[in-house]
């Protein structure tokens, strides 16, 4: 967490300035010599080992991605830096690639790990196809964009797959900052310096997602323990004494999920089929009529391997457990199409 130049932190000398309700990083720009000083200063075999050696399912961020990509899905790091995710996801098992904009850095991974599929891209402009991945990862990127990061939402809207999922991180604006703001402890005037990031509120940062055209699924704040470090010179201090472990152990727990640096989003693009069944929820159509009316103007051919994209009536949605009321609906579907595509005219 060291600065290459300075020794310090590499956030410690950056001013701080709330406007329009979002918080503001001024010092350094972080551009493309940035992140390659940066990494560069960190980047040996060692790091990727540590990732290789992670428990995701300890992790605070790890254990959230294990329930959110699927095991035999295809996935991205879009902004990977030097692929720390990459490496520990793969490890796991998992099929994910990065990206990254730097050419310098890209380099610069696969000279100490040539293995890793990292490659240079650019997020705003992914070279795949639409609905190309499963899951898009993005930690501590889109806040860097000093026009706001409503591009990169859109970019991975459409190379997710229909029910594909973005994780998706930023700095957050949560209370302590906003008690700091309140107590004037930041810069009151705009500083004079290269911007470097947003911090936004949680909801600042869903509605951006929402209008991408995401369905929110969890939101998550995380690393109390780093936001304190970073904005109470008290804890900072504390934890250098005698019982500073214990201390870090209850901030984290008062602020779990409350206060942390970073806020956590998931989401998932939305899939046109109306008839997908889980154990939890099942739609329900309240009569034959309706299912015919939802298939007027479809095809009318129900090939053996094609499911039918039903759309145009109002379903009742119901919460079932078990097997029972979903094979009841499947067989309900199966009589009232077969009659339907059976019936003349």
């Not at 992140?35 to 080992?49: G, I, M, Q, V």
């Not at 594909?164 to 991180?169: E, H, L």
């Not at 951006?208 to 995380?222: D, N, S």
């Not at 323990?225 to 250098?240: T, V």
Request: net charge neutral; proline share 5%; glycine share 10%.
């Amino acid at each position: 967490m060291k600065s290459s130049t300075s020794g310090k932190p590499h956030w410690q000398d950056r001013h701080r300035y709330v406007s329009e309700g979002r918080i503001v990083w001024y010092g350094e720009p972080g551009d493309e010599h940035y992140w390659y000083e940066y990494w560069k200063a960190r980047l040996t075999s060692d790091y990727y080992a540590a990732a290789e050696t992670c428990d995701l399912a300890t992790d605070e961020l790890g254990k959230v991605l294990l329930g959110v990509m699927p095991q035999q899905g295809l996935h991205l790091e879009a902004g990977c830096g030097a692929g720390y995710w990459v490496a520990a996801l793969r490890h796991y098992g998992l099929m994910i690639e990065g990206i990254e904009y730097a050419d310098s850095l890209v380099d610069l991974v696969q000279s100490v790990n040539p293995q890793l599929p990292v490659r240079q891209g650019n997020v705003l402009n992914i070279d795949r196809p639409d609905n190309h991945y499963d899951t898009y990862l993005s930690i501590g990127v889109v806040e860097h964009r000093l026009e706001g990061p409503e591009p990169f939402l859109s970019e991975a809207y459409r190379v997710l797959k229909p029910g594909g999922k973005i994780v998706v991180s930023v700095p957050y604006f949560g209370p302590v900052r906003v008690i700091k703001n309140r107590l004037s402890l930041y810069d009151r005037k705009r500083p004079g310096l290269p911007f470097f990031q947003y911090g936004f509120t949680r909801e600042e940062f869903v509605n951006f997602l929402q209008k991408a055209g995401f369905v929110i699924e969890e939101v998550r704040v995380l690393y109390a323990h780093r936001l304190l470090i970073e904005e109470i010179d008290f804890y900072r201090w504390a934890l250098s004494k005698p019982g500073g472990h214990f201390i870090r152990k209850c901030a984290e727990s008062v602020l779990q999920n409350r206060d942390g640096h970073m806020l956590l989003v998931v989401g998932r693009k939305h899939v046109d089929n109306p008839w997908t069944i889980d154990s939890k929820s099942v739609i329900l159509y309240t009569n034959a009529s309706d299912v015919q009316k939802a298939m007027m103007g479809k095809s009318r051919q129900v090939g053996k391997q094609q499911r039918e994209r039903v759309t145009g009536c109002k379903p009742f949605c119901g919460t079932t457990g078990g097997s029972s009321p979903q094979s009841w609906l499947l067989s309900t579907w199966q009589y009232y199409s077969r009659a339907w595509v059976d019936s003349p005219g």
